[in-house]
Structures are given as C-alpha cells and as structure tokens.
C-alpha cells in the first residue's frame, strides 16, 4: 500500500516532460525535510491498509486457525527483499525503485518497462480491492448499498479527486499512519481483554486446514494471499531524495517500521483465530475483522471501526490511484507507450488521459473480479518484481560507487529471489485467476508498447527510469 507523500515525491521528482527534475542541469535538488522518524512512520502507514482489512478471512479460510503463519512467512519474505533494496537505495539513493535499478542491472529497455508497468497494474489492483471492501463491508455498516454500483462510484470520485489535484506533505502520514493503527490496536486490545476473561479458544492457533492440497500448499497458498498486506516497504526508496542521510538512516527506519507492522498483524490474526472459527472468518470475508469485533466486544460501536477502515481503504487506494496514473503518464512521456498518455489537462495541470485509462481499468475490475483475487493479483504481480529485484542487487555488485552504503550478506537475496520467485509461482498453490487477471493486465502493457513501436517508426526507446517512479 502506498502512503501519501508518494506522490508528492513523483511529482517533484519529475517535471514537465516527465524527466527527473534533479536529473536536469541547472534543477535544484529536491528539499531533504525527512528525518528518522518521520521516514519511519513513513515505512508503517505505507504497509498498513487494505491487506489486513480486508482479507483476513480470505486468508483464513485457506490455511485454517493457524492464521498467523502466513503473515509471519509473508514478512519474512518481504525482509529478505526490503534487504536488497536497502542496499541498491543506499548504493544509489534516487526516487527510482525497481525500474531504476533492473534498467542498471540489466540494460533491456522492454524489461525495465514490463517492470514499470507491473508496478502500475499492481497500483490498480490494489485499489480496487480497496474499492470493493469500501463498498461491500465498511459502508454497509451506515447504508444498504448495491456492492458494484458504490464500488465503480468509488472509482469514479478517486478519478476526479485525481484529476482535480492532490498535494499532501509527508507529515500528513503521521496522522493517517495513527489513525489507521488506532482500527488494528482495537482488535488486539479486544482480543486481549476477551483472553483475559477466558474467552477464546487456543488450541485453533496450531490447527492448519489442510483440505485436499496437504498442509504445505495450505500454507503457502495462505502465505501468498498474505504477502498483499505486507507490500509497500518498496515505496519508501522513493523518498531517498529528500531524506536526510539516506543511507545511514534507511536501514533502521525500513527494518523497524516493517518489525512493527509484522507484530500488529500477527497479534491481529492470533486475535482473530482465538475468537472466531476459520469458518466464521471465511465467512465473514472482507468483514472479518468487523466480525471479531462484534464477537470480541458486544458493546463496542461497530460504527466506530467502521468508520477507521473507511478512512483505511480511502486513503490506501487514492494513493494507489494516483500512483498508477502517474506511472503511465510518466511512460508517455519517455515516448514508451502512445503520447497521448501524456496529455495534462490546460486548467487543472493533471494527466486526465492517464487518469481515465486507470480509471476504466479499476472499473472493469471492480465490475468483474473477486477482491480476494485482486488482492492475489497485487502481491503476484510485485512479488515478480520483487524476484527480479533480488536479482539485481546481486548483478549490481559489479558496480562500485565511491560511497560507504549498506550491504546484504549475499544469501539474503539469494533467498529471496527464491521465495519470492516461489510465491510467485503455480507450486504454492496460487490461484489461477490470479495469473489471468496479472496477463491480461501485462498484456494491455505489451500492446500499448508495440502500438508505440508501430506509431513511432519502430525506433529505438531509451528509457529514463527515474521518471518510472512508484
């Protein structure tokens, strides 16, 4: 999930024509105002979100009461990640990512797209998971709604919202990072309270639904469902350009701020699975948590919580939403894909083309598709993009910079090439649809560039990919 200095980063990092602003001779640089704490609650509000709210029950029903597994691998799978980034963030400390640096590992102008544009799809997905929970869980708590209409509303209203402009500070994460913190600490305090007064029944921690797949499959299948509400560390490496001291400040901030996410939702799901049955979570769906709530604490105003996952899913997929359409204006205007992606708007300044091209794919997907599976579809597509990532700490090494930054002992990488690639794969039990939704989303990316390449007299496409953040 995306926090809201995200774009604020983007859209100083990048100027008119969509190029690096510090890349440009002359440019200033961008304003270092973020210190260790500030970029710490950065890390925190940019993983919490829409994962945890909305897809607890999902992933119960798959890997039964011991629940908390699949979260626990999830974070450790992402740890070993967040380690590669911390060193290529510190071995090149610009607002690039991924598509930054497998453009330098590898030099394929086609792969550093595909990357870029998986980052972009996995934006979408994510919101329009945010989308349906709005519709189907949060809202239904204060009006009766038909799901999809209210969904594609959303859709609709984060459009405009996006084409009219949006400006936060970094700051303003501080207060979203407490608020949506606030909705998970309620479970847990709840959790805690019923175990005290002898509720709840602990032996459903060990117990792992099996089914017909084995306990294996059970949970990995879990774990990769799981890996959606751990994703958006990836983002921070965004910010490494107005952070003071990058590359001494990154590696606490990253480590701890993820350390601190992992033991709020492994307290979540322990709560969960002493109050309520893998089946009744299931059951309850995107509602889980509202579910453990109502069992935990009778008394307690549901339109209270309610109201926090309203502003979780909200926030988390606007940020995504703008992310998104930013990443394809960006695309445009490294003449990568049709120039018309790069149209802004005289009046508002805003890249409307982009705008509604994200926008009608969220609302094919909120119209159609399942959001346990948009969840899957997230974590498939940044877990490919993780793999490669892995990969490439591992070719950059080649390069030296003349700066001390930190570096990851070789196997971590390694591992997590491997588990990422694994997750990520047909062996962990992953859903097909997941893969449908991911190719035909790629596939939407692939045509845009060969209509490009048609277009534009099939000439050579130079990259710049610090203007592909996300």
Request: aromatic fraction near 10%; charged fraction near 10%; charge should be neutral.
């Amino acid at each position: 999930m995306l926090g809201p200095a995200d774009c604020v980063s983007m859209a100083e990092a990048t100027n008119a024509t969509g190029r690096s602003s510090a890349a440009e001779p002359g440019q200033p640089e961008l304003k270092r105002a973020i210190g260790p704490k500030l970029l710490l609650f950065f890390v925190v509000g940019d993983i919490l979100g829409t994962g945890v709210y909305a897809l607890t029950g999902q992933v119960a029903g798959k890997v039964g009461g011991a629940l908390w597994l699949p979260f626990l691998i999830a974070f450790v799978v992402a740890f070993l990640t967040a380690f590669s980034y911390l060193e290529l963030v510190g071995k090149y400390p610009r607002a690039a990512g991924a598509a930054l640096y497998t453009n330098r590992a590898f030099g394929v102008q086609f792969l550093t797209f595909m990357v870029a544009f998986a980052v972009m799809s996995s934006g979408i997905t994510s919101a329009s998971s945010a989308a349906i929970a709005f519709a189907r869980t949060y809202l239904q708590q204060f009006v009766t709604v038909p799901v999809t209409l209210v969904a594609v509303l959303f859709v609709v209203l984060l459009a405009l919202v996006n084409f009219r402009g949006v400006a936060e500070s970094v700051k303003a994460n501080v207060v979203l990072t407490c608020v949506e913190v606030s909705g998970l600490v309620i479970v847990i305090g709840i959790g805690a309270w019923a175990v005290l007064n002898g509720d709840g029944e602990p032996s459903r921690l060990t117990q792992v639904d099996t089914g017909d797949s084995g306990w294996l499959l059970a949970i990995t299948s879990a774990t990769a469902l799981a890996f959606f509400a751990m994703v958006g560390f990836e983002d921070s490496v965004n910010m490494a350009e107005e952070t003071r001291d990058p590359v001494r400040i990154f590696p606490r901030a990253m480590l701890t701020g993820m350390g601190i996410v992992a033991v709020i939702y492994v307290l979540v799901a322990v709560t969960s699975s002493l109050l309520l049955s893998p089946q009744e979570l299931a059951g309850a769906g995107s509602g889980a948590l509202l579910k453990v709530v109502q069992v935990g604490a009778p008394g307690f105003p549901l339109w209270v919580f309610s109201l926090i996952g309203l502003f979780a899913v909200i926030n988390s997929a606007l940020i995504n939403m703008l992310m998104a359409s930013r990443l394809v204006y960006g695309m445009a205007n490294e003449r990568i894909i049709p120039r018309v992606f790069g149209l802004v708007h005289p009046l508002r300044r805003t890249p409307w083309v982009s705008i509604v091209f994200t926008s009608l794919i969220a609302v094919v997907l909120v119209s159609f598709v399942d959001i346990s599976q948009l969840g899957g579809t997230t974590s498939l597509l940044l877990l490919m993009v993780f793999a490669i990532v892995n990969v490439a700490v591992l070719v950059l090494r080649r390069e030296e910079v003349a700066h001390e930054h930190f570096r990851a002992p070789t196997a971590v990488p390694v591992l997590g090439a491997i588990t990422c690639a694994y997750l990520a794969s047909p062996l962990s039990g992953r859903s097909w649809g997941d893969y449908r939704i991911a190719g035909l989303l790629l596939l939407a990316g692939l045509v845009l560039w060969v209509i490009n390449w048609l277009v534009g007299g099939r000439r050579k496409t130079e990259i710049n990919p610090e203007s592909l953040t996300g």
